[in-house]
């Protein structure tokens, strides 16, 4: 004989105990009905599952639906459906991918039409940095109450910089970018510092490498490309966020991409999306100080002729208020002294005009005269050593290669002798 659950039928008022009734078959929905009340669990509801992502689908409407199995399991790996929906998706600080590893909070639930459990999933962070996470969250709290990212603390960047820090790795596109923006725009002397941007001591490295520049430049840029939460933790940790903090001069962090926010964005005078964004920001353009440049000399020029225009009608007014015949005598001799006037004030006008004139020139040339390329061009030269600049014959040995950076092109030399000033 054939047994069976029967339960009480989906409209009854409240659910009674399930009875065995034999010979009668149930229906489709009270078999699901019977299962959804079988899941009402307390054991799963609120639960934290933590497996990886697969079939993972970002539906139009914005809702999220993918599957989590055993990180690893292979072919025989359990699996279990997930719905997240797009009111709680809104609040992910991530794109989820297949492959990756979460931990999801949510509650098991039966879906009747298909005749299947899934997950409803709340939240969702990132398996196996859920702890990492936790803890920026809790060095955010600290630092924000030490005053680290206060508005207030927050520094301009120098107008018209001499010398520019970059702390970040030697090797990579970063410097390259950097490079070709600064010279672009504003050639200035670049100090690097070079770092490790990722890694377990990473954080103490660009630390030491922050107050290395410190002291040496005018503006510091502190930078790393883009990377996951993983590669861009270093840039959270407080020895990195004080170091920014106590550097005597403004730093411009550049870290990751646009989306992503470190404590180190935090805790800088001013956050960058790109390396190249930040040598933007740090020197100008050259180009807008010449047409700047321009219309002041314009704006001063057309000031002076419009002075000297207004002069020029007050004395031809004193003139007509002299001309009554009864004044003759005085007319003759007030007629020679606003002649000589005239003429003082044209000669004082001109005189001013030319001396505006010679200033705004030696201004110009003041201006073109602080380029490093000026400098060059005077038969300078800047040598080199595995990139960084050469500043004393204790940082030179027999056999060393040099680079030559002169003004039109550059050289590579090598070292014959090395030979010291007796003074020293």
């Known amino acids: 004989m054939d047994w069976f659950y029967r339960t009480e039928p989906p409209e009854a008022q409240e659910p009674k105990e399930l009875s065995v009734l034999p010979d009668i078959p149930l229906t489709v929905g009270e078999v699901s009905g019977i299962i959804e009340r079988l899941l009402d669990d307390r054991q799963l509801q609120d639960i934290m599952v933590q497996g990886e992502v697969t079939n993972y689908k970002h539906h139009a409407r914005g809702h999220r639906y993918f599957s989590l199995s055993e990180k690893g399991g292979g072919s025989l790996a359990a699996v279990i459906k997930c719905v997240m929906w797009r009111s709680d998706a809104e609040r992910l600080s991530f794109e989820p991918e297949d492959g990756m590893e979460v931990i999801i909070t949510g509650s098991v639930r039966v879906y009747p039409p298909h005749g299947a459990y899934q997950i409803q999933v709340k939240e969702m962070t990132r398996g196996g940095a859920g702890e990492k996470y936790l803890l920026v969250e809790r060095w955010k709290k600290e630092l924000a109450a030490e005053g680290w990212f206060a508005i207030e603390r927050k520094r301009p960047l120098p107008s018209f910089p001499t010398r520019v820090g970059v702390v970040t790795s030697e090797t990579g596109a970063v410097i390259h970018d950097i490079r070709t923006v600064i010279a672009r725009r504003y050639p200035v002397e670049i100090v690097i510092s070079p770092t490790a941007v990722q890694g377990e001591d990473a954080h103490r490295e660009i630390a030491r490498a922050i107050e290395r520049v410190a002291g040496r430049v005018d503006v510091v840029i502190v930078a790393r490309g883009g990377g996951s939460f993983e590669d861009l933790f270093p840039f959270n940790h407080p020895d990195v966020v004080r170091a920014i903090a106590a550097c005597p001069v403004p730093v411009v962090s550049a870290v990751g991409h646009e989306v992503d926010v470190t404590l180190a964005d935090l805790a800088a005078d001013m956050r960058a999306p790109t390396p190249s964004a930040a040598a933007e920001l740090v020197v100008p353009d050259r180009k807008d100080l010449r047409l700047a440049l321009r219309d002041l000399r314009c704006q001063l020029g057309g000031a002076l002729l419009s002075r000297v ?55 110009k040339t003041a201006l073109e005269g602080r380029s490093p390329r000026a400098v060059l ?48």
């Open 377 to 424: 061009a005077r038969g300078y030269c800047v040598a080199e050593k595995d990139g960084i600049v050469v500043k004393s014959v204790d940082a030179l040995l027999g056999d060393d290669r040099l680079n030559l950076r002169f003004y039109d092109g550059r050289s590579r030399v090598v070292v014959e002798r090395v030979d010291h000033d007796g003074n020293l």
């Open 309 to 363: 225009s207004r002069a020029q009608d007050d004395i031809a007014a004193l003139r007509d208020r002299l001309r009554p015949q009864r004044f003759c005598r005085k007319i003759g001799e007030k007629r020679q002294a606003t002649v000589d006037l005239s003429d003082r004030l044209e000669r004082s006008f001109s005189t001013r005009i030319e001396r505006d004139r010679l200033m705004l020139a030696e201004m």
